[in-house]
Nanobody, 120 residues
């Protein structure tokens, strides 16, 4: 079965950097558009960043210039490099996959999430 497993979350201080990984299995990774989302306590899940099968990327305005999404198809892994973290970045971060040639829009699969906590 398809599994998306996030890792790399943790407790950091404001201004720090962190890199999240999402290891995919049970699917042909290169056929899928991938994305990162997050959900803060009491809030809806928000889109953060996406990368298409061909490597095109797009970002939410809230993270543009601070976060970078990338993928390694040989390792079936999605990454999210985060810099200049702020307390408002505190959330559970999820990766997602959609079998599409375009950018991710309605994911077919979700990971279980990894907690990122940014202290001030």
């Amino acid at each position: 079965q398809v599994q998306l497993v996030e890792s790399g979350g943790g407790l950091v201080q404001a201004g720090d950097s962190l890199r999240l990984s999402c290891a995919a299995s049970g699917l042909t990774f290169s056929w899928y558009a991938m994305g990162w989302f997050r959900q803060a306590p009491g809030k809806e899940r928000d889109f953060l960043a996406a990368i298409t099968r061909s490597g095109s990327t797009n970002y939410a305005d809230s993270v543009k210039g601070r976060f970078t999404v990338s993928r390694d198809n040989a390792k079936n892994t999605l990454y999210l490099q985060m810099h200049s973290l702020k307390p408002e970045d505190t959330a559970v971060y999820y990766c997602a996959a959609q079998h599409t040639t375009g950018p991710i829009s309605t994911p077919d699969y979700w990971g279980q999430g990894t907690q990122v906590t940014v202290s001030s």
